[in-house]
């Protein structure tokens, strides 16, 4: 698991387009620089980024090594009715890290 | 004002004297980073040391950091007269965590040790830096401390203040130099994609300069932390800054 920051509103009127942003502290390897002993750091990324929302997929990020490290993703969403947003975070170790708000849908 | 500041800087590099935050010599999209309460990344560390706070037992004697440590950080490094000596606020901190919480110290330069300093920093956010320099050995400390920053060394044989003071405002090749200020630390730097504290900025500059950092006993880093924070008395705290 990852420290994660994420910000989903609390509510929304329905029809509502909403901005969510999620991110996580990871440094993102690229594999391609070094340490300062000279050693070559091998490659760590986050793989695969997944927000649902009602338990449906509405944003899906493949991510690849040229990515900075602690990447965030800010997106739209539009609301229809109260329930969970969930977002999901796969490494390329397939460890997973979830982070949830609850959007109320008035 | 801040432009102001910063234009006067430009026309006149004498009148660098008076403190100018690392913030103004940053383009605007690092600005707005910084200013951003959520997308600003230092703010990761300052989470993780909410949670190390949490963890660790610190709000059981200091309760709500929110509200016990505003305004603590701003004044360090501080006398000690229980120690007899100074105590900068990552050794303060290695003190609660040693004698009170019966932890083991962390290893010079910890991730947790940046985390902690993060968040109890941030707690001093928008205070002014108030480092009182109100005992003979803090006196004694900050002169030494100076002595040092313009003392020029490495194979390039640059001192802190030959960058720092003489030619804050101008550009070096592509960067704007800045005063070195210290009113942000620890910061999120661009460079590293990571939190580093004061210390982890020495040993940069150090290396910048082709210089080896002192020996990590070396009491010469709390004299330099104290002369560095009291420079840059009445900026505000910005923790965690952004910087390049």
């Known amino acids: 698991m990852f420290n994660t920051r994420i910000r989903v509103p609390e509510s929304a009127a329905a029809g509502e387009a909403v901005e969510i942003r999620a991110m996580i502290m990871h440094p993102m390897d690229n594999g391609f620089t070094y340490s300062t002993q000279g050693t070559l750091i091998p490659v760590n990324i986050i793989t695969d980024f997944t927000c649902r929302y009602l338990g449906e997929v509405v944003v899906q990020v493949r991510l690849e090594p040229g990515i900075s490290a602690n990447p965030i993703f800010t997106f739209s969403l539009r609301a229809s009715e109260s329930g969970p947003v969930e977002f999901e975070w796969i490494d390329q170790n397939g460890d997973v890290t979830t982070a949830s708000a609850e959007l109320a849908v008035t | 004002m801040r432009a102001l500041a910063v234009l006067l800087l430009l026309a006149a590099p004498a009148l660098a004297e008076e403190p100018v935050s690392g913030y103004d010599f940053l383009l605007p999209e690092t600005q707005a980073l910084q200013d951003d309460d959520f997308a600003n990344p230092g703010l990761l ?200």
């Not at chain 2, 949670?51 to 004697?61: K, L, N, T």
């Not at chain 2, 006196?139 to 002595?147: K, L, P, V």
């Not at chain 2, 070195?180 to 504290?197: E, V």
């Open chain 2, 45 to 244: 560390w300052v989470d993780r040391g909410a949670a190390i706070w949490a963890a660790e037992g610190c709000a059981d004697c200091h309760g709500a950091a929110e509200e016990s440590m505003r305004g603590v950080g701003a004044h360090y490094p501080v006398w000690s007269e229980a120690h007899g000596r100074i105590l900068t606020l990552d050794q303060q901190i290695d003190l609660c965590r040693t004698e009170r919480l019966g932890l083991e110290p962390l290893p010079r330069g910890a991730e947790e040790m940046t985390a902690l300093d993060a968040y109890v920093m941030h707690q001093s956010r928008g205070l002014p830096v108030a480092v009182a320099l109100d005992h003979p050995e803090l006196a004694a400390a900050s002169a030494r401390g100076e002595d040092y920053y313009r003392t020029p060394r490495g194979q390039l044989d640059l001192s802190c203040a030959n960058c720092h003071v003489e030619n804050a405002g101008r550009r070096l090749r592509g960067e704007v130099l800045s005063q070195g200020q210290a009113n942000g630390f620890p910061i999120y730097r661009q460079l590293w994609q990571d939190i580093g504290s004061l210390d982890r900025m020495i040993r940069w500059c150090h290396e910048s300069v082709r210089a080896a950092p002192p020996a990590d006993d070396d009491p010469v880093w709390t004299d330099l932390e104290l002369y560095l924070r009291a420079r840059g008395n009445g900026l505000t705290v910005e923790t965690p800054a952004v910087r390049r």
